[in-house]
């Protein structure tokens, strides 16, 4: 069974500090990795992907990937109250179409 | 981005009765798409992929007979709950790639589903 973990939190964070959200995943054959943004009630949003290992940068979000630990996170800068919603990381099964989802990470960004 | 359309957004059905729901890609030909289902505070589990113009797939543990998918079109898929019953109660949200080869899963807003 392959997994994705995620700590469901929640994890509060100040306006404007540094939110930073971590996913652990079971396939080493995993070659494709997402987050995504789901307010509650909708649907998921995708924020970011990324396919190599190292740093991805996308305005106010960074995300990271480590496949030797098996190990993606994303960094979301200058937190927004806006940005208050779950994280969910999304893993591409190796060899399939699949994606497998954590179970997200409830964000609070205080104001 | 790509849009995907689905429908109905929200449904309350009684006990026995049997529910479609509509997903359609807008803007682009999708030859797949997956139909998710997600429980409160719980993640996204697949229930099955839809493949254009044939069977589709479904995820261990899905009845196919309970969920019955068609994708007769390139631009369509539906997803039929039959004889629901208050355990069916979920979030079904369906979603498609824009592209062959492009990685991006873009989401329908979703149907929130009640079974009296």
């Known amino acids: 069974q392959k997994e994705v973990e995620q700590n469901s939190g929640p994890l509060s964070v100040p306006e404007g500090a540094i939110a930073s959200l971590n996913c652990t995943y079971s396939d080493r054959g995993s070659q494709s990795f997402f987050w995504y943004r789901q307010y509650s009630g909708k649907s998921p949003e995708l924020i970011m992907s990324i396919y190599s290992n190292g740093d991805k940068e996308d305005g106010r979000f960074t995300a990271q990937l480590n496949k030797a630990s098996q190990y993606v996170s994303l960094l979301i800068r200058d937190s927004q109250p806006s940005d208050s919603a779950t994280y969910l990381c999304a893993v591409r099964e190796g060899g399939s179409e699949k994606l497998v989802f954590g179970k997200g990470t409830k964000l609070t960004v205080n104001p | 981005g790509a849009v995907v359309s689905q429908h109905p957004s929200w449904v309350i059905c009684k006990s026995g009765t049997s529910v479609k729901i509509e997903c359609r890609s807008l803007?682009?030909?999708?030859?797949?798409m997956f139909w998710y289902r997600q429980f409160p505070k719980q993640s996204l589990m697949l229930m099955a992929t839809?493949?254009?113009?044939?069977?589709?797939?479904?995820e261990q543990g899905v009845e196919k007979d309970k969920f019955l998918i068609n994708h007769a079109s390139l631009t369509l898929s539906t997803l039929t709950v039959t004889s629901a019953h208050p355990e069916d109660s979920s979030f079904y949200i369906c979603?498609?790639?824009?592209?062959?080869?492009?990685?991006?899963?873009?989401f329908g807003s979703g149907t929130q589903l009640s079974v009296l």
């Open positions: 979603s498609a790639r824009d592209g062959a080869g492009n990685e991006k899963l873009f």
């Open positions: 839809s493949n254009e113009g044939s069977k589709a797939t479904y």
């Open positions: 803007d682009f030909q999708a030859t797949t």
